[in-house]
Structure formats: C-alpha cells, structure tokens
C-alpha cells in the first residue's frame, strides 16, 4: 500500500482479554518496528523486525507481549490477559531496511492503534 | 544509555512568534539526529535530520543544529503558523532502533 496502514485505529477491552493489533508496513519495506505511546510518555520502543525475525524484542514489557511477522509484510502484536496499564497508542513503523543494515533513520509510521482497557 | 530530553509542553504561541523547542541528547559517540513531527490524526513523520556535528537540518521553515559541545539539537522556526500545531520529538539513532523523547505539544493561536 502506500503508507503503512494499521488496524484496528481504535480498541476498548476489558481486562483480563486478549487483543491483536496488525500492521501492514510499505511494500518492500524489510524492517518493521513496533513502539508504544502512553499518556504524558515519549515512544516507547518494543520490538524491531528484520523481514521474519526479530532481532531486537527487549523492548517488550512482559512475556504477556508477543509479535509475530510473516511473509516479510504483515507484523501482528498480541496482547495477553490485558492490564489497564496496557492502554496506549501502539504505533508500527517500517523502513526499506534496519538501522543495523544501514538504514538512514527515516522510519515510516501508520496512524496508530489506540487500545483502552477497562 | 542513550536517551534524548526534551522540554515538557504544551508550548503555546501566538502566530507569527518565535519558536524553540529544547532537545538536549546522551549517546556514546555522535549519532545522527532527528526531529519528528506528528500533526493530528496523522502518523510521525520525519520533519528534519543531522548526520554530524555542526550539520544543521531545515525542513518547512524549521532548523535545527547538531551541537556535539552542548549536546543539544534544539528546534527552532522563525515564524509559526497555525498548521504548525502538532507535536514535535526529538530522537536520536541507536545501534539497532530509533530512541525518542517524550514529545512536545505545540498550539499556535491565530
């Protein structure tokens, strides 16, 4: 597509339940990052991608946070057993490729999914 | 570690004003530089760079500096619009991710 599209945009559970988000970066783009933006927080860094792996997951809060990426493209975040401190914006960003492999900084973000547990 | 620091918001000027927004960086060597911008309802994006020291980045009116003595890359623009109306993060580049800071809120009244 032509932007990295995310989805969905918005996301009320309650606590105790599981939520996938997903991400579908640009196409061609080989790295895919996942960050979190809470309230009154800067971004907060999660899990990088290098096509299906993930080189970089220490970012994750807890062994509750899980992603996947398959295919080189689409990249889901799950969420389990979720907490009212997991409610943030979930931002996805991808680039041609990683910061490792040369990349220039430039990351490509979608609009976010906004998850609120209750 | 690396972190990046920059002032708390919301920031509030009239149009026309003078802006400045203080970033200020901790990072092992001299890593390239970053001002983000994410306008509401839409995602981050990429405002300006700077790869080294004393390179200055300029994007839509706005600059800013790479200071290695002070550490800083504090944003600047001349004359804000309200279009300008967003908020801004300072970031810096990791070894393997970008690092941000918190993110200032900036309102321009008309």
């Known amino acids: 597509g032509a932007g990295v599209s995310q989805s969905p945009s918005n996301k009320v559970t309650e606590k105790g339940k599981d939520v996938e988000l997903r991400c579908d970066p640009i196409?061609?783009?080989?790295?895919l990052y996942w960050y979190r933006q809470s309230l009154g927080q800067g971004l907060e860094f999660l899990i990088y991608?290098?096509?299906?792996?993930?080189?970089?997951k220490s970012g994750l809060p807890s062994d509750r946070f899980s992603a996947e990426r398959t295919g080189g493209s689409v990249s889901t975040l799950t969420i389990q057993r979720t907490q009212q401190e997991d409610s943030a914006v979930y931002l996805c960003?991808?680039?041609?490729?990683?910061?490792?492999?040369?990349?220039?900084?430039?990351?490509?973000f979608g609009e976010g999914s906004r998850l609120t547990v209750l | 570690g690396n972190s990046v620091t920059q002032m708390e918001g919301p920031v509030t000027l009239s149009e026309e004003a003078f802006l400045t927004i203080n970033c200020t960086y901790t990072?092992?060597?001299?890593?390239?530089l970053f001002w983000y911008v994410q306008y509401p309802g839409e995602g981050l994006q990429l405002l300006l760079k700077?790869?080294?020291?004393?390179d200055k980045g300029s994007n839509k009116g706005f600059e800013a500096t790479y200071r290695k003595e002070t550490t800083s890359f504090h944003l600047e623009k001349g004359s804000v619009q309200v279009s300008d109306s967003a908020v801004y993060f300072c970031?810096?580049?990791?070894?393997?991710?970008?690092?941000f800071g918190s993110g200032t809120r900036l309102s321009i009244r008309p």
């Open positions: 960003a991808s680039s041609l490729v990683t910061l490792v492999a040369g990349s220039t900084g430039e990351l490509f």
């Open positions: 196409s061609g783009h080989t790295a």
């Open positions: 991608f290098q096509g299906n792996s993930a080189p970089d």
């Open positions: 990072a092992t060597g001299y890593p390239s």
């Open positions: 700077a790869t080294k020291a004393d």
């Open positions: 970031a810096l580049k990791g070894a393997s991710k970008i690092i």
